[in-house]
């Protein structure tokens, strides 16, 4: 697998800060996790809490159902994590060189963090209670807090417990690409929030992404 991120030379593109990276894994935890089976590349896609306090360079924990091989595959292995933020398409015709000189092309606009790791499988049963109730506990704050892991009756709650595997990925290295439109003039920029804007809600968090990076 590639060591990084394709990064333009012109370096306009690439996010080091570590507390905009935390920010987006948090924001989008839904995250591609690859590793290398036994007949090549495996893509999942699994929830993954960063910890920013557990290691050098944080964390990631979450679980997966035990019948997914990823746990056993990808055991010590060095896996690869994407974290996608908010993304859209581009019209050339946003852009105020358009009617200057005609040379523009669409292009999109994108704001991803890549984490490195190796793998560790947990099926210590305290561990997963423990990490589901704080899971649990972190996403329902977001949608008033209705549900909590003490709910559910014990016996299901257990049997539960008994069909799933922790995963644990200590984070060794962390890039950042954040493709918002940074290489273009001031004039462009301005045409291309207005463009976003003008698509209300679907846009909304790209525009944000945007005009954070000014």
Do not use: C
């Amino acid at each position: 697998m590639s060591r990084s991120l394709y990064q333009p030379s012109h370096g306009f593109f690439q996010q080091q800060d570590a507390a905009t990276l935390h920010a987006l894994m948090r924001a989008h935890p839904l995250a591609t996790l690859v590793h290398v089976g036994p007949h090549g590349p495996v893509a999942d896609v699994v929830p993954l809490e960063f910890v920013a306090d557990a290691g050098e360079h944080g964390t990631l924990r979450g679980h997966v159902p035990r019948a997914n091989p990823v746990w056993q595959q990808a055991q010590g292995q060095e896996v690869l994590v994407l974290f996608h933020g908010p993304q859209g398409y581009v019209s050339p015709g946003w852009y105020a060189t358009k009617a200057e000189h005609g040379k523009v092309v669409p292009t999109w606009n994108y704001a991803v963090v890549q984490a490195r790791g190796p793998l560790r499988a947990i099926e210590d049963a305290a561990w997963l209670r423990t990490e589901l109730g704080r899971l649990t506990a972190h996403h329902e704050a977001a949608v008033g807090g209705h549900w909590a892991l003490e709910d559910a009756p014990a016996d299901f709650t257990d049997k539960l417990l008994g069909v799933i595997v922790g995963i644990e990925i200590p984070v060794a290295s962390l890039e950042g690409k954040f493709k918002l439109s940074q290489n273009q003039p001031a004039v462009n920029r301005d045409g291309v929030e207005a463009g976003l804007e003008a698509q209300g809600a679907p846009a909304a968090a790209l525009l944000e992404r945007m005009r954070a990076t000014r």
